[in-house]
């Protein structure tokens, strides 16, 4: 096989180069008299690079075909470009088209609005935007491997398919073989014995109960993995499948676990800084201007930490018109985080010990019967980020609490059962990837993060 160059690599070439094969997809051409131009991308970054192409070389014939969006490969010469702009062009010596785009590609002229770009995902990575978009996403997930992994941090494979619900929210994903035509009932009810694991099964929405489990036998670990919720709230911040980054770390608390999370924010958002510069300034020129601020004010200074009760009080006394008044007691509404981040602290926030009516049962409960070890962090122009909290680690207070919340101790035996044996204080949480991906770029809406978005009635793709 011939080797072919990525643009990416050519437009920071040393030197020139001769006869190479460049192969990707046309975005411009222009023809002159006796040669054309043609802007070539190949996804491998968000520049194109430059074509000359003679009237001469083989394979010209075909040139009127070879409009927008048509994948073409070439031999070349990588010359130094006389123009102003680029280093570097290329200088055409054959030509093939091997895949013609007609006219009625869709993405013919610059710029088409984040609406219809979702109506054709299948091709909206052709765009400068979402090819820059999903090329940092495939960085920042790689970047959250290597920050675990060079600080000794295993990555678990949890299960996608689970028995138990995690956030005891109960907004599941069934997941069936049943024929929903003749669901087997008894006693009114579906007869699970019936179905393909002889007990009902959802999909996960977070993998934090088994990965805990490997947390109390490998330390530190994390599970990072795709997760499901059924929550029929279009809103711009959810999103039915979205990705977790969950790190769960023995013998650690509530600090540490603020700490990690700051820590892994602040990492990703120098990682995206220093490593996706191009891809980033597109963002910062197009989408948010203030984006690259917002970068510089998070990468910067520690992230405040304010227990829920003192925000609450923040709130209260802020004389800012809410549409839900705060309340102890009552979860922080999205209004309510992004006051405290955006104008109070105007920076990331970390709020901790919220009252334990309003979070899940497998948080540590404080010693005033009334708030548990949880925190958030909360960014501007999202809210909440990160979700997350020490574990109680009392068998006792872990099975008297599950009772109360309404849930059957023996569905989570196997969870109860590393409270029994060498149970120790640990710490964790979970991070939307999704959101992060929100963070560096400014893109106000969760759909336009991920390749293929799943949302209320939308399953195009
Ligand atoms: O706060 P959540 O619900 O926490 C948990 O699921 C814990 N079990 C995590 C843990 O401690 N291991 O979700 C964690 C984060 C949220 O802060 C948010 O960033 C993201 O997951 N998230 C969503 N992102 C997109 N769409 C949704 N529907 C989301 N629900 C949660
Ligand atoms: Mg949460």
Same mark, same amino acid.
């Given at each position: 096989?011939?080797?072919?160059?990525?643009?990416?690599?050519?437009?920071?070439?040393?030197?020139?180069?001769?006869?190479?094969?460049?192969?990707?997809?046309?975005?411009?051409?222009?023809?002159?008299?006796?040669?054309?131009?043609?802007?070539?991308?190949?996804?491998?970054?968000?520049?194109?690079?430059?074509?000359?192409?003679?009237? #001469?070389?083989?394979?010209?014939?075909?040139?009127?075909?070879?409009?927008?969006?048509?994948?073409?490969?070439?031999?070349?010469?990588?010359?130094?470009?006389?123009?102003?702009?680029?280093?570097?062009?290329?200088?055409? #010596?054959?030509?093939?088209?091997?895949?013609?785009?007609?006219?009625?590609?869709?993405?013919?002229?610059?710029?088409?609005?984040?609406?219809?770009?979702?109506?054709?995902?299948?091709?909206?990575?052709?765009?400068?935007?979402?090819?820059?978009?999903?090329?940092?996403?495939?960085?920042?997930?790689?970047?959250?491997?290597?920050?675990?992994?060079?600080?000794?941090?295993?990555?678990?494979?949890?299960?996608?398919?689970?028995?138990?619900?995690?956030?005891?929210?109960?907004?599941?994903?069934?997941?069936? #073989?049943?024929?929903?035509?003749?669901?087997?009932?008894?006693? $009114?009810? !579906?007869?699970?014995?019936?179905?393909?694991?002889?007990?009902?099964?959802?999909?996960?929405? $977070?993998?934090?109960?088994?990965?805990?489990?490997?947390?109390?036998?490998?330390?530190?670990?994390?599970?990072?993995?795709?997760?499901?919720?059924?929550?029929? $709230?279009?809103?711009?911040?959810?999103?039915?499948?979205?990705?977790?980054?969950?790190?769960?770390?023995?013998?650690?608390?509530?600090?540490?676990? /603020?700490?990690?999370?700051?820590?892994?924010?602040?990492?990703?958002?120098?990682?995206?800084?220093?490593?996706?510069?191009?891809?980033?300034?597109?963002?910062?020129?197009?989408?948010?201007?203030?984006? /690259?601020?917002?970068?510089?004010?998070?990468?910067?200074?520690?992230?405040?930490?304010?227990?829920?009760?003192?925000?609450?009080?923040?709130?209260?006394?802020?004389?800012?018109?809410?549409?839900?008044?705060?309340?102890?007691?009552?979860?922080?509404?999205?209004?309510?985080?992004?006051?405290?981040?955006?104008?109070?602290?105007?920076?990331? !926030?970390?709020?901790?010990?919220?009252?334990?009516?309003?979070?899940?049962?497998? /948080?540590?409960?404080?010693?005033?019967?009334?708030? !548990?070890?949880?925190?958030?962090?909360?960014?501007? $122009?999202?809210?909440?980020?990160?979700?997350?909290?020490?574990?109680?680690?009392?068998?006792?207070?872990?099975?008297?609490?599950?009772?109360?919340?309404?849930?059957?101790?023996?569905?989570?035996?196997?969870?109860?059962?590393?409270?029994?044996?060498?149970? !120790?204080?640990?710490?964790?949480?979970?991070?939307?990837?999704?959101?992060?991906? /929100?963070?560096?770029?400014?893109?106000?809406?969760?759909?336009?993060?991920?390749?293929?978005?799943?949302?209320?009635?939308?399953?195009?793709?």
């Amino acid at each position: 096989m011939t080797h072919k160059h990525r643009i990416a690599d050519l437009l920071n070439s040393e030197s020139p180069l001769e006869q190479i094969t460049v192969q990707g997809w046309v975005r411009t051409r222009r023809d002159s008299r006796d040669f054309s131009f043609i802007e070539l991308n190949d996804g491998s970054c968000l520049a194109n690079i430059q074509v000359i192409a003679e009237q #001469t070389i083989p394979g010209f014939e075909s040139i009127t075909l070879m409009t927008t969006g048509s994948a073409i490969s070439l031999r070349a010469d990588l010359i130094a470009s006389p123009g102003k702009g680029q280093r570097w062009e290329l200088k055409a #010596t054959r030509l093939e088209l091997l895949g013609a785009a007609p006219e009625d590609f869709p993405l013919q002229k610059k710029r088409h609005s984040d609406e219809f770009l979702r109506t054709i995902a299948h091709l909206r990575p052709r765009t400068n935007k979402y090819g820059a978009m999903f090329r940092i996403r495939a960085r920042l997930a790689q970047a959250i491997h290597d920050f675990f992994n060079s600080r000794g941090v295993y990555w678990i494979h949890t299960p996608v398919i689970t028995g138990a619900d995690c956030e005891g929210a109960g907004e599941m994903f069934h997941v069936t #073989t049943l024929d929903l035509a003749k669901v087997p009932l008894q006693d $009114s009810k !579906v007869n699970f014995d019936k179905d393909f694991f002889g007990k009902e099964a959802n999909l996960t929405v $977070s993998g934090q109960l088994s990965v805990e489990t490997f947390c109390l036998s490998l330390g530190k670990v994390y599970t990072f993995g795709p997760t499901f919720r059924a929550e029929n $709230s279009n809103t711009s911040r959810h999103i039915a499948e979205f990705w977790m980054v969950e790190p769960e770390v023995a013998f650690a608390d509530l600090n540490d676990n /603020m700490a990690l999370g700051q820590e892994l924010i602040k990492y990703l958002v120098h990682f995206v800084m220093n490593n996706c510069a191009d891809d980033l300034d597109l963002f910062a020129r197009f989408v948010d201007p203030t984006l /690259m601020q917002r970068l510089c004010n998070i990468a910067g200074e520690d992230f405040p930490r304010v227990s829920y009760t003192d925000a609450v009080s923040i709130l209260q006394q802020s004389n800012h018109n809410f549409v839900y008044r705060p309340e102890w007691g009552k979860d922080l509404q999205s209004e309510h985080e992004r006051f405290l981040t955006e104008e109070y602290f105007q920076r990331p !926030v970390i709020v901790h010990d919220y009252p334990k009516q309003i979070k899940a049962f497998y /948080m540590r409960q404080n010693d005033d019967d009334k708030t !548990v070890a949880a925190m958030d962090v909360l960014v501007p $122009s999202i809210g909440e980020i990160i979700g997350g909290s020490q574990r109680e680690e009392r068998l006792h207070k872990l099975e008297t609490r599950i009772i109360e919340l309404g849930l059957k101790p023996a569905d989570y035996w196997w969870y109860l059962d590393t409270r029994k044996y060498g149970s !120790v204080q640990h710490a964790g949480f979970g991070m939307g990837f999704e959101r992060l991906l /929100m963070l560096v770029t400014g893109v106000s809406n969760i759909r336009d993060v991920i390749p293929f978005p799943r949302t209320p009635r939308q399953l195009d793709f």
